[in-house]
């Protein structure tokens, strides 16, 4: 619910066609609840898969930095909700090919520019 994952999730939802056109699949991985991201995924009507990583397990796999996580306070449609993340992890991007493996990474993401980026590699890579 902070204001760079909000813009970032939009961008998807928002270029949803443009992604599936490219033959992409988008998933959300974050340390929130899961509580917490079907909240997050309600308030701002996102049309794709968010995934629950309260432990790290997912982020370390992929290498991504974590840290502390906590509890706050967002309000949606004039209600406060408390919401709660184990862990906070960076912002990084990755495209897996049909076979899994990496074949894009961006561990320096721009969470407004990241949906466009990822649309250029798209095309250039099918």
Not at 23 to 51: I, M, P, Q, R
Not at 52 to 73: C, L, Q, Y
Not at 84 to 100: H, P, Q
Request: glycine content about 8%.
């Amino acid at each position: 619910m902070t204001g760079g994952c909000t813009a970032q999730a939009c961008a998807y939802r928002d270029l949803s066609s443009d992604l599936e056109s490219q033959d992409a699949l988008v998933v959300g991985v974050s340390g929130d609840n899961v509580e917490g991201l079907k909240f997050f995924k309600k308030a701002h009507n996102l049309n794709f898969t968010l995934l629950s990583d309260e432990s790290g397990k997912i982020a370390n796999i992929f290498g991504v930095p974590t840290r502390d996580g906590g509890t706050f306070t967002s309000e949606f449609n004039g209600q406060a909700f408390e919401l709660e993340r184990n862990i906070t992890t960076s912002r990084w991007t990755f495209i897996l090919d049909k076979e899994g493996k990496v074949v894009y990474k961006n561990d320096e993401v721009n969470a407004r520019q990241d949906t466009e980026e990822v649309l250029s590699f798209l095309k250039s890579y099918n």
